[in-house]
């Protein structure tokens, strides 16, 4: 029975090694800046910004790494929620609430985007910059 859990631990070990670093994923979301180049929809542009995040499959994802994106996205969704809130209360007043909701929803968005790139970035450049001082 012991030996049974031995190849069991190292059949696991093994495919924890091989795997992908499931972040890089969101690079293929800079497909979607395709649709501004070959339209009149220029604002689908700003979807290249995604294709920094391919570099995640060359970042093996260590304990370290798993945790500082944990913190990037726990901060993103708080980020969003509170400017998607925000905004939803202010443009309720101003038009309609189906546009307000709209209005909100974007700018949430964006606000989740923006917060996860830089939260990471900063993380990564700390990191960075820790090794350097080793």
């Not at 910004?49 to 499959?57: G, I, N, R, T």
């Not at 060359?58 to 913190?71: I, N």
């Not at 726990?74 to 038009?95: E, I």
Request: with cysteine; proline share 1%.
């Amino acid at each position: 029975m012991w030996y049974i859990y031995i190849i069991k631990m190292k059949i696991q070990h093994i495919w924890e090694v091989s795997t992908v670093n499931k972040y890089g994923f969101l690079g293929f979301l800079s497909l979607l800046g395709l649709i501004g180049i070959f339209t009149d929809a220029r604002s689908f542009l700003s979807f290249f910004a995604f294709a920094v995040d391919f570099s995640y499959f060359a970042v093996k994802p260590d304990e370290m790494f798993l945790e500082q994106m944990r913190k990037a996205a726990a901060r993103a969704f708080f980020a969003s929620m509170g400017v998607m809130g925000a905004v939803t209360l202010f443009q309720v007043f101003r038009t309609s609430p189906g546009q307000a909701m709209v209005d909100g929803v974007l700018w949430g968005w964006a606000a989740s985007v923006a917060c996860f790139a830089l939260t990471g970035a900063y993380y990564s450049f700390k990191e960075g910059r820790g090794l350097e001082r080793a």
